[in-house]
Nanobody, 127 residues
Framework: QVQLVESGGGSVQAGGSLRLSCVAS????????MGWFRQAPGKEREGVAV???????TYVKSVKGRFTISQDKAKNTLDLQMNRLKPEDTGLYYC?????????????????????WGQGIQVTVSS
C-alpha cells in the first residue's frame, strides 16, 4: 500500500492562494493515477483534480481556471496550486492514488476508485 502525506494547508481570506503538496512512499510518476479530493463538513468527498498515469489532467468545473495540479518527478510529489480561493473551497483536502486509468468523469472523480489515501489536510477560506 502506498503511503501518502499531504502538507501546505491553512487559512486564507477569499481571493488568496495556497499550495498543497503530497509526497508518496514509492515512485508514482507514470505508474499511478493521482488526484486531489476534498470534503466539506456534512458533505460527501468530491474529486477536485486528477492527473492519470498518461499525464492527462482534468478538473472539476468549480475549480477550473483557479486550481492547477502538477507532479514533481524529481521529488515524487503531487501538488495543487489553488488561486482565487473562495469560501466554498473550504474543506479537508486529500491526496489519493490508483494504479488504474479512468476514462469517464464519473470514475475519475469517484472516491471509491482510489485505494490509497493521505490523512487529509485542512483548507479554510474566510470571506
Amino acid at each position: 500500500q502506498v503511503q501518502l502525506v499531504e502538507s501546505g494547508g491553512g487559512s486564507v481570506q477569499a481571493g488568496g492562494s495556497l499550495r498543497l503538496s503530497c509526497v508518496a512512499s514509492e515512485y508514482m510518476y507514470s505508474r499511478y493515477s493521482m488526484g486531489w479530493f476534498r470534503q466539506a463538513p456534512g458533505k460527501e468527498r468530491e474529486g477536485v483534480a486528477v492527473i492519470d498515469s498518461n499525464g492527462f489532467i482534468t478538473y472539476v468545473k468549480s475549480v477550473k481556471g483557479r486550481f492547477t495540479i502538477s507532479q514533481d518527478k524529481a521529488k515524487n510529489t503531487l501538488d495543487l496550486q489553488m488561486n482565487r480561493l473562495k469560501p466554498e473551497d473550504t474543506g479537508l483536502y486529500y491526496c489519493a492514488a490508483s494504479p488504474n486509468v479512468y476514462y469517464t468523469e464519473n470514475t475519475r472523480y469517484a472516491a471509491d476508485m482510489y485505494g490509497d489515501w493521505g490523512q487529509g489536510i485542512q483548507v479554510t477560506v474566510s470571506s
